[in-house]
């Protein structure tokens, strides 16, 4: 089992890559992003890390069983809710808005709105997003689950 610096670097390390990465993929190679890749890069790395360390936070306090907490709020919750696939005003009545509330919804509208309107309304999907990051940290540093020997 990795000590909790590993795993706090683990995430950081995967966000900037995978932002970097993902962004890289959409924009040069598909060709559906278009701007500033560094802006769009920094709005994906603030999604990865804000998942990642909600999980990390989730699974540090609730140990394995909070792997399938966390994997019911983002994926089963959070992906459909989301809005990508057309937009969250699309969804019934409040769902739309509950989707926004969950990193993928509001990592989907920050990505949207600094590719295409110039980064335009991304306050509310960046305070979404730090507050994931905020919870997901202190939930990192109360847990014990990383402390324990084998």
Request: hydrophobic fraction near 55%.
């Amino acid at each position: 089992m990795k000590g909790k610096k590993e795993k706090f670097w683990a995430v950081i390390s995967f966000a900037i890559i995978g932002g970097l990465g993902l962004v890289g993929v959409i924009q040069y190679s598909i060709g559906t992003f278009d701007g500033s890749y560094f802006l769009t890069s920094l709005g994906a790395m603030l999604g990865i890390a804000a998942t990642g360390f909600f999980v990390l936070g989730i699974i540090e306090i609730l140990g394995t069983p909070g792997l399938g907490i966390a994997a019911v709020i983002i994926i089963l919750l959070g992906n459909p809710l989301s809005g990508l696939s057309s937009a969250p005003e699309m969804l019934p009545a409040g769902w739309g808005s509950l989707g926004q509330l969950l990193p993928p919804g509001a990592t989907g509208t920050l990505l949207r709105n600094i590719a295409f309107f110039d980064g335009n309304a991304i306050m509310q999907p960046v305070i979404v997003l730090l507050s994931y990051v905020a919870v997901g940290l202190l939930l990192f540093k109360i847990g014990k689950k990383s402390e324990v020997s084998l």
